[in-house]
């Protein structure tokens, strides 16, 4: 960005200075000397970040109301996924009478919850900004996803390491090993 007199100049425009007017094309046809020696300066443009998902531009927020309908969507369909690779325990249940294991039953009513709280927030905002703060804020580390009941913890690759005597020739896809 070019500054003179403290008013940046726009490069194929017109300008004034002490009395000489200056064509649309002399910052981009002249030398940095020259520039200096009427006494523009030049510095890096600034950078003004925003959050694409909430804002055209920097302080040009979208419609708020068509983002909250988008991120109780959003909240609605991560609920969903979560619940439905359980779906099949509630099926069988309803199928053969076999009890839906009490993880599982937990688990699912804890995202539920969790998605009806992510959705009272995310409703609750009156503004983009207050939107994009709760959504980019993690709510507040106040309603995480609950943990799958049946993932294994971590696994110590030292301690679970498990030593299998094979015959010399075994071969795998990759290969003999």
């Known amino acids: 960005m070019f500054i003179l007199d403290g008013k940046p100049l726009s490069p194929d425009r017109a300008f004034t200075h002490n009395g000489i007017s200056y064509p649309a094309n002399w910052l981009r046809l002249t030398t940095l000397a020259e520039k200096e020696a009427i006494g523009i300066t030049e510095q890096p443009d600034p950078v003004v970040a925003y959050d694409q998902r909430f804002y055209w531009g920097p302080n040009n927020p979208k419609d708020h ?4 309908d988008q991120w109780v969507l ?3 369909q991560t609920a ?3 619940l439905n690779q359980y779906d099949w325990y509630v099926v069988r249940q309803a199928e053969t009478g076999k009890a839906v294991p009490q993880e599982v039953l937990t688990y699912r009513q804890n995202v539920r919850i969790i998605s009806d709280n ?3 927030m995310i409703k609750g905002t009156t503004t983009t900004d207050q939107l994009f703060a ?3 804020g993690d709510f507040g580390g106040m309603f995480p996803w609950p943990a799958d ?4 913890p971590p696994a110590d690759p030292v301690s679970d390491a498990i030593e299998v005597e094979l015959p010399p020739d075994t071969a795998f896809s990759g290969g003999l090993i």
């Open 118 to 120: 992510r959705e009272v």
């Open 65 to 68: 109301g068509q983002l909250m």
């Open 134 to 136: 709760v959504i980019t």
């Open 80 to 82: 969903g996924s979560l």
């Open 74 to 76: 959003t909240t609605k």
């Open 149 to 152: 009941p049946f993932s294994p």
